[in-house]
């Protein structure tokens, strides 16, 4: 493997490092209004939020492309007593499916491509929460942050419930979070009563 090789890379950091334990700021803020039985972490790293969407009840699926986090990942389940179905995959070429998971998180990870499958992948009323850094302003090296509004326009198939940028690019907060939920059936009557 070459060192530009995104699961060796990630191994090596998981190695290095002791992931968070607690849910992302957006997990917890919209956990307790979160519906449905399943759920997808994408980019799980340590399982922080595949944990906690477990011990609210849904049958989660995390998806990571590094051994070494989904290693701390099913550790870390274990011993709070939860079950999780840990799948070491590389989110570009994983298959989601289509309609089958009622709540998707992903957090810290870029991929406009991902996000089209994770949309998909939403089953109708089902609730995409998505948060990750935006490009630091002048910097032509990263290439893993969203540009301003790239997760939005992204995201104009949902119906978006809320959408989060930094009020100036050179904040200290750089991040970007959304939150969205796939239209129903529910969603198109009432529109259509007007309601």
């Given at each position: ?91 570009e070429?994983?298959s ?6 009622d ?62 940028e ?10 970007v979070?959304?939150?969205?939920r ?14």
């Amino acid at each position: 493997m070459s060192a530009d090789d995104p699961r060796e890379r990630w191994n090596e950091r998981y190695r290095d490092a002791d992931p968070p334990t607690e849910p992302t700021p957006l997990v917890e803020q919209y956990r307790d209004r979160l519906e449905g039985e399943t759920a997808l972490d994408v980019a799980t790293g340590g399982g922080r939020n595949a944990i906690a969407l477990a011990e609210d009840g849904f049958a989660v699926e995390a998806i990571d492309v590094a051994e070494a986090g989904l290693e701390i990942a099913r550790e870390r389940a274990a011993e709070r007593g939860v079950d999780v179905e840990f799948v070491r995959a590389d989110a570009e070429a994983h298959s989601f499916g289509v309609d089958r998971y009622d709540v998707i998180s992903v957090s810290h990870y870029y991929s406009l491509e991902t996000l089209a499958k994770a949309t998909r992948a939403l089953a109708p009323g089902g609730t995409l929460l998505y948060e990750h850094d935006l490009r630091s302003p002048g910097d032509e090296t990263d290439r893993f942050g969203f540009y301003p509004n790239d997760l939005l326009r992204s995201s104009l198939d949902l119906r978006i419930v809320r959408y989060v940028e930094p009020f100036r690019l050179d904040d200290e907060e750089t991040g970007v979070r959304l939150v969205a939920r796939k239209p129903s059936a529910v969603d198109d009557e009432s529109i259509g009563q007007g309601g």
